[in-house]
């Protein structure tokens, strides 16, 4: 059967589960949702309310002050292996996503870490990617089988608990995503009495635990993909995501909308292990120099600026004392 005589919501799970670009963006130019404010801004340090729970001092977006020596145990190791291995995302559109025309890996994290695999090694095809769902991510790191994840992940205070994180290279928050046909006008509009999916291990997940917001039932899925597929298929009403996820979903699927505004603070992180300071630290030059370097302002307007609108820049970067 060809794509032209499949049904509408035949038509639209294909869309979700290939990652069809040429479809995609078609539906993004005509139907794009108004760009989140707390996307790509230049925003300030903040803290999660439940994430700094007994740890009133804690601030997350905080890293190790930037280094260039190649000489640390952790970036030496990269150096003799000659290959950076990274924990990444192949279904997050635009962020980590498989290219059906190529096969091949792209997005704004993965440009984010071939610039690191530049650095560190000279060359930025020297990666290889694992593809890590969202619940293995600090275990991904704490048992070495990667150096680092680059996969939209916040840092929170509790997350230091158990991985270091490089200092902020996107700004992100909460919203829902709901189709268009269910007439919402606001989050509790979304939430109240309906079925939410989360992805597992999410701040998303974290969140909805603190405070339900009406929810009747919650659907925890591996990847936020999964969810935007079963909202098609009718088995979940709305999802709860990352704006910066949320938006990609309806470039994706234009029957669906985002609903605003964030209700969280989503500073997204390098994920890296707690024993490897030479490695945050070197990634942390590299962020520097892809902020001023112009780096990560091409990465965005390559994939973000479609359907997020012009940057107002890069999140600057807090250092530790």
């Known amino acids: 059967m060809t794509r032209g005589h499949l049904p509408r919501r035949a038509r639209t799970l294909l869309l979700a589960t290939a990652l069809?670009?040429?479809?995609?963006?078609?539906?993004?130019?005509?139907?794009?949702?108004?760009?989140p404010a707390a996307l790509a801004a230049a925003a300030g340090p903040g803290v999660r309310a439940d994430a700094a729970a007994g740890a009133p001092d804690c601030d997350p977006t905080k890293s190790l002050p930037p280094s260039s020596s190649d000489s640390g145990p952790a970036v030496s190791a990269i150096?003799?292996?000659?290959?950076?291995?990274?924990?990444?995302?192949?279904?997050?559109?635009?962020w980590g996503f498989r290219d059906p025309a190529t096969g091949q890996l792209e997005g704004f994290d993965i440009d984010l870490v071939r610039a690191i695999a530049q650095a560190i090694l000279g060359d930025p095809d020297k990666v290889q990617f694992k593809t890590v769902p969202t619940a293995d991510r600090v275990q991904a790191v704490q048992s070495g089988e990667?150096?680092?994840?680059?996969?939209?992940?916040?840092?929170?205070?509790?997350?230091?608990?158990d991985v270091a994180f490089s200092t902020v290279y996107f700004q992100a928050g909460q919203q829902v995503v709901v189709p268009k046909a269910a007439?919402?006008?606001?989050?509790?509009?979304?939430l109240k009495g309906k079925r939410v999916c989360v992805s597992s291990s999410s701040t998303a997940?974290?969140?909805?635990?603190?405070?339900p917001r009406g929810a009747a039932a919650v659907k925890v899925v591996?990847?936020?993909?999964?969810?935007?597929?079963?909202?098609?298929?009718?088995?979940?009403?709305?999802?709860?995501?990352?704006?910066a996820i949320a938006v990609g979903q309806a470039a994706?699927?234009?029957?669906?909308?985002?609903?605003?505004?964030?209700?969280?603070?989503?500073?997204?992180?390098?994920?890296i292990a707690k024993n490897a300071p030479d490695l945050v630290?070197?990634?942390?030059?590299?962020?520097?120099?892809?902020?001023?370097?112009?780096?990560?302002?091409?990465?965005?307007?390559?994939w973000l600026a479609a359907y997020l609108g012009p940057s107002a820049g890069p999140p600057p970067a807090h250092y530790l004392p």
């Open 146 to 161: 990667v150096d680092l994840v680059a996969r939209t992940m916040t840092i929170t205070c509790d997350r230091l608990a």
């Open 281 to 302: 630290a070197r990634v942390n030059q590299v962020l520097a120099d892809y902020r001023s370097g112009g780096g990560w302002q091409a990465s965005y307007d390559r």
């Open 222 to 243: 591996g990847n936020d993909l999964d969810c935007l597929v079963l909202m098609q298929l009718g088995q979940v009403d709305a999802t709860l995501t990352d704006n």
């Open 183 to 190: 007439g919402a006008k606001s989050i509790d509009d979304a």
């Open 20 to 35: 069809l670009a040429p479809l995609t963006l078609a539906g993004a130019a005509s139907g794009a949702p108004e760009r």
């Open 79 to 94: 150096r003799k292996r000659g290959v950076l291995i990274a924990g990444v995302d192949q279904n997050n559109y635009h």
């Open 252 to 271: 994706q699927d234009p029957t669906v909308q985002v609903i605003g505004p964030a209700i969280t603070n989503e500073p997204y992180g390098i994920a």
């Open 205 to 211: 997940q974290d969140e909805l635990h603190r405070n």
